[in-house]
């Protein structure tokens, strides 16, 4: 009987060590597993901001380069950010979208930015002219892209970079900086540490917008540009 009782012992034993093993990895564990899921989350907020920022950029070619205009296209586009969410949601899809819209227009306003690369204030004191807007029924400063072919070779007759630098100011480049929630518990703070650390552009001010919104957030940025479709308007953002 004592053979088969020290044998029954040795399986406890092991039994036992596996146990205990396996209760020491499970932190470690939950931990990669949260931080895929993170990473996953971060992965898809990039790709979709990258489509709304160019989005916002081909909204603004279209309205004289309106600022208002491309930040509503881009909170728009933001709003859609976590549909999935609208699986289990109880709101009618109407409802759900009004709500998405007011938190990231709020969120915007406290924790993200728009901001025009070109055309910038040289290119517009260069180029600018003083047109009657129709639509406003008013005067004012317009950079001109009608008459394209006329314009390249009157520029070009003159000055060939004088014809670049005019083709660069009918380029609307617009960069966008967003402040995203980390939610995936236990790994957002360490994130948001890392990325000070490691000095990720615009999170900075990420960390500044995380204090008064008791919640840590990475700093997301994208960028896109389109030629102008419409005269870019000065006074009217």
Not at 170 to 175: G, K, P, S, V
Not at 185 to 191: F, M, R, S
Request: hydrophobic share 50%; glycine share 4%; proline share 3%.
């Amino acid at each position: 009987m004592s053979l088969p009782q020290h044998g029954l012992s040795i399986v406890r034993q092991a039994c036992g060590q596996a146990l205990i093993e396996v209760l020491l990895m499970m932190p470690l564990l939950l931990f990669v597993v949260l931080a895929i899921i993170q990473l996953i989350g971060l992965s898809w907020a990039q790709q979709h901001l990258q489509l709304a920022t160019m989005s916002a950029a081909r909204a603004g070619s279209l309205a004289h380069g309106q600022q208002r205009v491309m930040e509503r296209t881009l909170v728009g586009q933001m709003a859609l950010l976590n549909s999935w969410q609208r699986l289990w949601s109880r709101q009618t899809a109407t409802q759900w979208l009004q709500r998405q819209l007011a938190l990231q227009t709020l969120h915007f306003q406290r924790a993200a930015e728009l901001q025009r690369i070109t055309p910038d204030r040289t290119q517009l004191e260069t180029f600018k002219q003083w047109r009657y807007a129709p639509d406003q029924d008013r005067w004012l400063w317009e950079v001109p892209i009608d008459q394209l072919t006329a314009r390249l070779a009157l520029l070009q007759s003159t000055d060939a970079d004088t014809q670049q630098r005019w083709l660069a100011a009918r380029q609307l480049h617009i960069q966008v900086r967003w402040c995203l929630p980390l939610r995936v518990p236990v790994v957002n703070q360490l994130l948001a540490k890392l990325s000070l650390l490691s000095n990720v552009s615009g999170q900075s001010a990420c960390r500044l917008a995380a204090e008064s919104m008791a919640v840590p957030l990475m700093a997301l940025t994208a960028s896109a540009g389109f030629a102008m479709e419409s005269g870019f308007r000065e006074g009217i953002n």
